[in-house]
């Protein structure tokens, strides 16, 4: 397989290919690693990934491209509701069995053996919260305010776990304790100085998407 093509929502999930999964991934063999931003309309991409669009988009570079395996980083909080099967994933209560729920629909959906879907649990930013590095890392965050994050990732041994809330999802942890939070500025760079290798220590859903990328892709012995 000559590399990886992942549909990711904005651009901090575009800079974080770039900039931290890429190069886990070329120590692996995979040197076309490329973040895929969706066509929203005409000249337009990124964000606002309703289902009719993620679909489209896939078929279409599936299409197109005879040798990559196409997966996807996208956040279960605020899934769009035109996800197949998300009103019948409501009714489990484990949020992890929803989530491998629905990616078992939108494989239905988009029924290719170079297609390999993943939702991330609940958001992007619940990564960030795996280490404390990346919190150091950044200037001007009060002493209170970085024992408040290790806190949280002290009682977080999973950190994908940490909720979905209005006020307490991952994202809103952040903008309330990091000053001047910008998630496409922080968040790569903390994940970065995290490293691959802790966030599959830490995230097991994180870790079991990159284990099959890697095991898709790796050659055929010969």
Known sequence: MRGVYIIVE?????????????????????????????????????????????????GVILKREKDILLTSLIDFYRLYKDFPAFQESKGIADVQ???????NAVKEQISHDRFLPYIQLHEFEGLLFADKKGFNYLPDVPEDNKRELERIIDENPNPELINEGENTAPSKRLKKLIPGYQKPLHGPIMAIEIGVPILRQKCPRFNLWVEKIIAYCKPAAS
């Open 10 to 58: 904005g651009l901090t999930e575009s800079e974080f290919v770039n900039e931290c999964l890429a190069p886990y991934f070329h120590l692996h063999g995979l040197y076309d690693v490329r973040p895929i931003s969706l066509q929203t309309s005409p000249g337009h991409k990124g964000g606002d990934i309703k289902f009719d669009r993620f679909k489209w988009n896939a």
């Open 97 to 103: 069995e929803r989530i491998a729920f629905l990616g």
